[in-house]
C-alpha cells in the first residue's frame, strides 16, 4: 500500500541534494525520460477538487485502495485508527469521531458537528454513524490533512475523509461475487455488476452482507444476554451513468444501509480502578460481567446524490445535489464491570462483615438492574453544490456555491432502576435546525513550467436552531421517618419511552405559571410509551402524592428483618409498607429554545516549483473553521450559553521526490508544519451551577430561571484554550528488485495548550464534592503521540498459473493522553486517584495479507489475511465523569479468508 507523509528539514534537505543530481544523472538513460506516471500505477488524488497524482499534490494527503483495504482486514473507517499517522478514529458508543494531528470534536450531540468533514462519494456527510458499511466496492479512500476550508469548506476544521466508490464503466459487462469467513463467527457477501446500456450508458449495482459475534466474552452470572459489538450489517448501492454527449454527463446514485446488531456501550473500569487494578493488569478488556438485557442497534441511513456535468469550452459545469436520511436508535445498558480476580466479591460486598444472605441478595439486585439508556438521531441533509471551473493549466480555477441544510429529531433519555432518589433524564427535541451557505473561489496559475501560485478564499454562513425539552426525574418515596427511597423499579422488560410519540412538552398544562406535583407526574407518564413487565413507578405515579398507605403498590411489602442491614431492598422497596408519601424534586424540566448565526472567511495561499520534474518543494499557509454552537437553557427558553467559532491556520513547508538509487527507484517526501488553533472547544458533563459560575468568570451575565435545579446535570461545551500543533512528518519507500516494494511513515507530533482560562474539572460532580477549576497551560492535546510509524512490505510475485501477493504491515503509537487533564489528580499529585487515568501506554500493532489470482486476467482470487496479529486492543476512547471511566476499544485479532470470482 501507497500511503503519503511528510518530513524532516534534515530529510528535506538531504532530498534537494540527493534527488537533483539523481534526476541529472538519469537524463542520460532513455527510460528516464518517462514520467512517473508512466513506469508505475499513479495514485490519484482529488484533494484539490480534481484528478491528479499524489506525489504531484503540493499538501498532505494519503489514498488508501480499497483492494489493499481488504487485503489487511480492514471492514470500516474505524480501523483506519492505527493506519496513518496523525488519524486516530474511535467509535464513541455508536458516534464515529475522527481526529487529524490532535484537532477533533467530542461532541456528538445533535448540536455538535465533527471537526473533520466525511464525504461520500463527494458529499458531505454531517452524521456519520452507519456509514462504515458503506465501505463496499470502494475505489479509494482519500485523507486530507489540515483545513480544507476553501476546498472542502464546512467543518473541515482537521481536514477531510473521502470514501470514493467505483463508477459505473461504459461499454463493460462485468461482475464479481466475494465470500468470506473468519473468526467471530465473521460472514460477508460482498457482490457487483456492472450493465452497459447501449455505448453511452451503464447501470452498476453492488452490495454487501456482513455479520460476527460480540467482540465482547459475558463472562458473569447471567448467561441469557448478549452484550455488545456483534453486527448484523447490509448494504446496497445502485447507479445509473448516462454520456448523451461527449460534453454532458449525468451520474445517479442511491444507496441503504442497515446495521443491527449490539452496538457499542464500552466498558466502566470505575470498579477495577477503584480497588486498585489498572487497565493494563486485566488479562483481556472484553471479558465482561453482563446484565439485565441485551443491547438493540437498530441504524437506517439512505442517501439519493445527482452529479450533473457539462464540458463547455473553455470551463466545465458541475451541479450536484444531495439528500441523506439517517435513523440512529440505540436501546441498551452498558456491563457492569469487566472481569477480574475478585470481581463477583466487590459486586456483593457492602464493604462491611459478611452476610451470605445480604451479599446474595446486592449481587443479584445489581446483576438485575435495569437502569438503561436510548439514543435516537434522525437525521436529513440537503446538499446542494454548483461549482464552474477549468482544470488545464496555465490558469486552473474553480467558482462555485454550497447550499447545506439538516433538519434532526434527537432523543436521550435513561432509567435510573432501583435508584435513590434518580429515575433517569430525558432530551426530548422534535425540531433542530442548521442551514449553511458558502461561496468560494480558488485558482492555481502557472507562472511558468515550474513555478506556481494557488490562491482561494470561501466565505460561509451557519445557523443553528432547536427546541424541545430537558427533565430530570427524581422521585422521593418514605414514610413519615423518611424510610426512603431504595428499589423503584424503572425500564425492566417490556419498557418503551415514547419518544417522538410525547404530546406533553410543557409540563405546566394548565397554563397557570406553576407545576404542580400531579403536573410533574403527567410528564413524566407522557414520557413512556410502556412500562416494563416488573416496573412499579407507573403505580407510584398514578397514585401521586397521597396521604395514606400504598399497601396496593406491588411490591411493598415487609423485607427480610436483618439487624446488620437496615434498608434492605426487597423486590422494589425498603423494608416498610408504611408509605405516606411520593414527591418528585421540582425545577428539573424546563424548555429548550436556542439559535446562533455566524459567518466566517476561510483563506488559502500556496506556492510550489518544480527543482525537477521529480522533485517538488511548496510552502502553504490555509485556514479552516469549525462552526459554533449553544448549549441547554438554563432554565425554560432561559439563558443559553453559546460556543464561539473555533478556527486553524496552518503554516506547511514541504517536498515531494522520486529519484534513483541504482537500479531500485525510491521516494522520499517530507514536510515541517505549524497549526495555530484558536478558541478550542471542549465537551463535558457539568451541573447548571457550575456552568454558570463558568460564564460568569467570563464576563457573561448568567440570569438562570427559578425552574432549574443548579445541580441539574448537562453536557456543556466551551471555548477554554488556544493551543499550537506542530511536527515533521517523513514518507518514503522503496521499489526493490523481485517486484518488492518497501513503504514507511513517520510522524513527530507535538500538541499542547499554549494559552488558557482555568476550566471546570468535569471528572467531579457538584452533589459529590465541590467541582474545582483548573489551568491546564502547557497540557498535551488527546490522541496526540509524539511518536507514530506506520510501515509495509509487499511483494507480487507472477507464477506459471497466475500471481502470488502478500503484505505485512506494522505500527506504532508511543503514549498518549484521552483527556485534557493528563490523568493529572490536582489534589493527591503524590498519589494519583486511579479513576482520573485516562493515558494509553504504546504499543505496536501488525497486519498480514495474502492473497492468490488464477490466470492473466484474474478471474478467480483467493486471500487470507489477518488484522491486529498480536490482539493489541486498546484505548480509542476514555470518558471520565465522577462515578466512571467508561473506555471504547479498538477491534481485536480478527483473521479471516476470501474467495472472489470475477464474471
Known amino acids: 500500500m501507497r500511503k503519503i507523509a511528510f518530513g524532516t528539514a534534515s530529510s528535506i534537505a538531504m532530498v534537494m541534494v540527493m534527488g537533483a543530481p539523481a534526476y541529472a544523472q538519469s537524463t542520460d538513460e532513455p527510460e528516464a525520460e518517462e514520467s512517473p506516471a508512466a513506469t508505475e500505477d499513479v495514485i490519484v488524488v482529488t484533494a484539490e477538487r480534481r484528478e491528479q497524482s499524489l506525489q504531484d499534490y503540493a499538501g498532505t494527503a494519503a489514498v488508501f485502495k480499497g483492494d489493499d483495504l481488504r487485503a489487511r482486514g480492514i471492514q470500516d473507517i474505524t480501523d483506519f485508527n492505527d493506519e496513518l499517522p496523525g488519524l486516530t478514529v474511535a467509535n464513541n458508543g455508536g458516534n464515529v469521531e475522527i481526529w487529524i494531528r490532535g484537532v477533533g470534536s467530542s461532541n456528538n450531540t445533535e448540536l455538535g458537528d465533527p471537526a473533520a468533514a466525511f464525504h461520500y462519494d463527494g458529499v458531505y456527510v454531517p452524521r456519520p454513524s452507519g456509514i462504515g458499511s458503506a465501505f463496499f466496492d470502494i475505489e479509494r479512500v482519500e485523507v486530507n490533512v489540515g483545513p480544507q476550508g476553501t476546498l472542502r469548506g464546512r467543518n473541515a476544521l482537521a481536514g477531510s475523509v473521502n470514501a470514493i466508490s467505483w463508477k ?158 439517517l435513523v440512529y436508535n440505540y436501546d441498551a445498558n452498558a456491563p457492569l464491570t469487566p472481569f477480574y480476580p475478585g470481581v463477583i466479591g466487590d459486586l456483593s460486598s457492602r464493604g462491611e462483615e459478611p452476610n451470605t444472605i445480604i451479599d446474595d441478595i446486592i449481587l443479584q439486585e445489581n446483576l438485575d ?272 450559553p453559546t460556543t464561539e467559532t473555533e478556527n486553524v491556520i496552518l503554516y506547511e513547508f514541504g517536498t515531494k521526490n522520486e529519484f534513483w538509487i541504482g537500479d531500485v527507484k525510491a521516494k522520499l517526501n517530507g514536510s515541517a508544519f505549524y497549526n495555530d488553533y484558536q478558541d478550542q472547544a471542549f465537551s463535558a458533563l457539568l451541573s447548571v451551577e457550575t456552568i454558570a459560575d463558568f460564564e460568569l468568570e467570563q464576563g ?23 493551543s499550537e500543533i506542530y511536527g515533521l512528518n517523513v514518507e518514503g519507500g522503496l521499489e526493490l528488485p523481485a517486484n518488492l516494494n518497501w513503504d514507511f511513515n513517520l510522524l513527530w507530533l507535538e500538541a499542547k495548550i499554549k494559552d488558557s482560562q482555568e476550566i471546570p474539572d468535569g471528572r467531579f460532580q457538584p452533589d459529590v464534592e465541590a467541582v474545582p477549576f483548573r489551568n491546564i497551560a502547557g497540557k498535551r492535546l488527546p490522541r496526540t503521540p509524539r511518536w507514530q510509524l506506520n510501515t509495509s512490505l509487499s511483494q507480487n510475485i507472477d507464477v506459471s498459473s497466475g500471481s502470488i501477493d502478500w503484505v505485512i504491515s506494522a505500527g506504532y503509537r508511543s503514549d498518549t493522553f484521552q483527556t485534557i487533564f493528563n490523568s493529572e489528580d490536582y489534589e493527591q499529585p503524590n498519589n494519583p486517584r486511579l479513576r482520573l487515568n485516562d493515558v494509553v501506554k504504546g504499543y505496536w500493532t501488525f497486519d498480514l495479507g495474502a492473497g492468490y489470482s488464477h490466470g492473466d486476467d484474474g478471474k478467480f482470487r483467493f486471500e487470507v489475511y489477518a488484522n491486529n496479529v498480536t490482539n493489541k486492543q486498546k484505548e480509542s476512547a476514555i470518558i471520565i465523569t465522577q462515578f466512571d471511566n467508561t473506555r471504547f476499544f479498538t477491534r481485536p485479532r480478527t483473521y479471516g479468508a476470501r474467495m472472489r470470482v470475477n464474471f
Open 700 to 722: 457573561e451575565v448568567v440570569d438562570i430561571g427559578d425552574d432549574v435545579s443548579l445541580a441539574l446535570i448537562v453536557g456543556y461545551t466551551f471555548n477554554a484554550a488556544d
Open 369 to 640: 438492574n435495569f437502569s438503561r439508556f436510548q439514543f435516537i438521531t434522525d437525521s436529513e441533509s440537503y446538499y446542494n453544490e454548483l461549482r464552474i471551473f477549468n482544470n488545464e493549466g496555465p490558469f486552473i480555477w474553480s467558482l462555485g456555491g454550497m447550499y447545506f441544510k439538516e433538519n434532526q429529531y434527537a432523543f436521550l433519555a435513561s432509567t435510573g432502576d432501583r435508584g435513590l432518589f434518580f429515575q433517569g433524564i430525558e432530551f426530548n427535541n422534535p425540531d433542530v435546525n442548521a442551514e449553511s451557505w458558502s461561496i468560494y473561489g480558488d485558482a492555481t496559475f502557472e507562472i511558468n513550467d515550474r513555478f506556481r501560485i494557488t490562491g482561494g478564499l470561501r466565505w460561509t454562513d451557519d445557523q443553528k436552531s432547536r427546541r424541545g425539552v430537558a427533565a430530570r426525574y427524581g422521585l422521593a418515596l418514605g414514610d413519615g421517618n423518611f424510610n426512603c427511597c431504595m428499589g423503584v423499579r424503572y425500564g425492566t422488560e417490556g419498557f418503551e419511552f415514547a419518544g417522538r410519540d410525547r404530546t406533553i412538552f410543557d409540563p405546566d398544562t394548565n397554563g397557570d405559571g406553576n407545576v404542580s406535583n400531579e403536573e410533574i407526574f403527567a410528564f413524566q407518564l407522557n414520557g413512556v410509551r410502556q412500562f416494563g413487565l416488573r416496573d412499579n413507578l407507573d403505580d407510584i405515579l398514578n397514585f401521586g402524592p397521597l396521604e395514606g398507605h400504598f399497601d396496593d403498590v406491588p411490591g411493598a411489602v415487609e423485607c427480610l428483618d436483618t439487624v446488620s442491614f437496615d434498608g434492605l431492598v426487597c423486590d422494589g422497596f425498603a423494608n416498610t409498607s408504611q408509605f405516606t408519601y411520593a414527591v418528585p424534586f421540582r425545577d428539573q424540566i424546563f424548555l429548550q429554545d436556542g439559535e446562533i448565526k455566524d459567518d466566517f472567511i476561510d483563506w488559502r495561499l500556496r506556492l510550489e516549483y518544480d527543482i525537477t520534474p521529480d522533485n517538488l518543494v511548496y510552502a502553504l499557509v490555509a485556514s479552516g473553521h469549525k462552526s459554533g454552537t449553544f448549549n441547554d437553557n438554563l432554565g425554560s427558553n432561559g439563558f443559553f
Open 168 to 325: 459505473p464503466g461504459l461499454g463493460v459487462w462485468d461482475a464479481n461475487l466475494e465470500v468470506g469467513y473468519g473468526n467471530y463467527d465473521h460472514k460477508e457477501f460482498r457482490g457487483m455488476i456492472n450493465v452497459p446500456v447501449g455505448d453511452n450508458a451503464a447501470f452498476r449495482v453492488s452490495g454487501m452482507y456482513l455479520g460476527h459475534d460480540s467482540y465482547y466474552n459475558n463472562v458473569g452470572p447471567i448467561q441469557n444476554v448478549d452484550v455488545a459489538e456483534q453486527e448484523d450489517n447490509k448494504a446496497i448501492r445502485a447507479q445509473f451513468l448516462w454520456e448523451p454527449t461527449e460534453r454532458l454527463s449525468i451520474l445517479l446514485a442511491g444507496d441503504y444501509i442497515h446495521e443491527e446488531g449490539t452496538g457499542y456501550t464500552g466498558t466502566n473500569y470505575a470498579g477495577p480502578l477503584g480497588n486498585g487494578i489498572l487497565p493494563e493488569e486485566i488479562e483481556d478488556p472484553r471479558d465482561v460481567i453482563g446484565n439485565a438485557f441485551t443491547p438493540i442497534l437498530d441504524t437506517k441511513h439512505y442517501g439519493l446524490r445527482a452529479t450533473i456535468t457539462y464540458e463547455a469550452d473553455p470551463f466545465t459545469v458541475e451541479f450536484t445535489s444531495s439528500y441523506r436520511d
